[in-house]
């Protein structure tokens, strides 16, 4: 099955730009999801397909994707954004199967 | 506004089953849009799929799993449920439902449920 990395801990100060990446080779062929979550609180979707955003999701919050590695942009980042933050996709060895990222922990100065 | 919410025991012995079940409210899981997930998260350590399933009860499980794993659904209930058997310490986790949609363009989990802790301990 397919395995998606990322880097466990990132900082960025605030209001500056922070990208969150995730590597794997399932996402050369399908879009990676990004989701927040906070202590104690479920996940939530932050960005799907291509680059959208889920109602309610602020528009500092971006998506792209080059070859194997997926990236969460987030544009002048606020103190509530400091969460973890994992990444998903479809399986590569069988796109009905889902892999989850090991996580992010974004912390903002 | 689709909802999730999950329930079941807190609590299951070691070798015994772990059963929950997730209620879908503010729209039908016989809805042909949508698959009914189950996905996990030991304390302090990242998500695990577990498996999903399709209102037709098509299911799907992650191969680390497949051999314990149970997934159905009760349409008159508008209801999915997971049956884990076997249950060790290494299945402690929060257990969440959530749906995922079946166009990729719209590929993730868009809602969860709120989640439940379950403790494997005798």
């Known amino acids: 099955s397919s395995e998606l990395t990322q880097d466990p801990g990132v900082s960025v100060a605030l209001g500056q730009t922070v990208r969150i990446t995730c590597q794997g080779d399932s996402l050369r062929i399908y879009y990676a999801s990004w989701y927040q979550q906070k202590p104690g609180q479920a996940p939530v979707l932050v960005i799907y397909g291509k680059n959208n955003r889920p109602s309610g999701i602020p528009d500092r919050f971006s998506g792209s994707s080059s070859g194997n590695t997926a990236s969460l942009t987030i544009a002048g980042a606020q103190a509530e954004d400091e969460a973890d933050y994992y990444c998903?996709?479809?399986?590569?060895?069988?796109?009905?199967?889902?892999?989850f990222g090991g996580g992010t922990k974004l912390t903002v100065l | 506004q689709l909802q999730l919410q999950e329930s079941g025991p807190g609590l299951v012995k070691p070798s015994e089953t772990l059963s929950l079940t997730c209620t879908v409210s503010?729209?039908?899981?016989?809805?042909?849009?949508?698959?009914w997930g189950w996905i996990r998260q030991p304390p302090g350590k990242a998500l695990e799929w577990i498996g999903s399933i399709f209102y037709t009860g098509t299911t799907y499980y992650n191969p680390s799993l497949k051999a314990r794993v149970t997934i159905s659904v009760d349409t008159s209930k508008n209801q999915f449920s997971l049956n884990l058997n076997s249950v060790t310490a290494a299945d402690t986790a929060v257990y969440y439902c959530?749906?995922?949609?079946?166009?990729?363009?719209?590929?993730?989990?868009?809602?969860w449920g709120q989640g439940t802790m379950v403790t494997v301990s005798s």
């Open positions: 998903s996709s479809r399986d590569s060895s069988d796109d009905h199967h889902w892999v």
């Open positions: 503010g729209g039908s899981i016989s809805s042909n849009s949508y698959y």
């Open positions: 959530a749906s995922h949609e079946l166009l990729r363009v719209r590929d993730g989990f868009h809602i």
